[in-house]
């Protein structure tokens, strides 16, 4: 049988000399040979946190704030956008553009837009849009994939 000294590699790694081979300190602290490692939650926080400031230096919470949240559903033939805007009357202020591959919001406080891409191509024609409880619902017919040639008229002289 194996001895009975418990050994475990992750607690008996030098860990002071696998910082400095990676130049910096580690996200997660070390484990102690206790096995009191503190609180995880603690850490992860404090390195997303920190992450995202290096990241992202100079953007504001609030340039993020005039954004609408949105879901994208793909069907067999459509594709379902639900936009959330709980406000009536901000909704109401809001023009809606399409192109074959995105949905574009014009009219968000501070002259802001908002773009939504989509996974599929669409036709722009056949969106039907609907506000109702505080979401935009558009509905939109995927573009056939079945028939990629289109006729075409010759004209002759």
Request: net charge positive; glycine share 4%; hydrophobic share 35%.
């Amino acid at each position: 049988m194996s001895d009975s000294k418990n050994s475990n590699s992750f607690f008996d790694m030098n860990w002071k000399q696998f910082e400095q081979f990676f130049n910096g300190k580690l996200p997660f602290p070390a484990p102690s040979l206790s096995g009191d490692n503190g609180d995880p939650v603690t850490w992860v926080e404090g390195y997303i946190k920190d992450v995202l400031n290096r990241a992202l230096p100079n953007v504001e919470v609030q340039a993020l704030k005039h954004h609408f949240h949105s879901e994208i559903f793909d069907t067999h033939n459509n594709i379902i956008v639900k936009i959330h805007i709980p406000d009536k009357a901000q909704a109401r202020k809001i023009r809606l553009k399409l192109n074959p591959y995105q949905i574009r919001l014009e009219g968000i406080p501070d002259d802001k837009t908002q773009t939504i891409r989509l996974a599929s191509q669409i036709m722009p024609s056949s969106c039907k849009a609907v506000y109702k409880n505080g979401i935009l619902q558009l509905h939109m017919r995927k573009q056939p994939i079945d028939h990629p040639f289109t006729d075409i008229d010759i004209r002759f002289m």
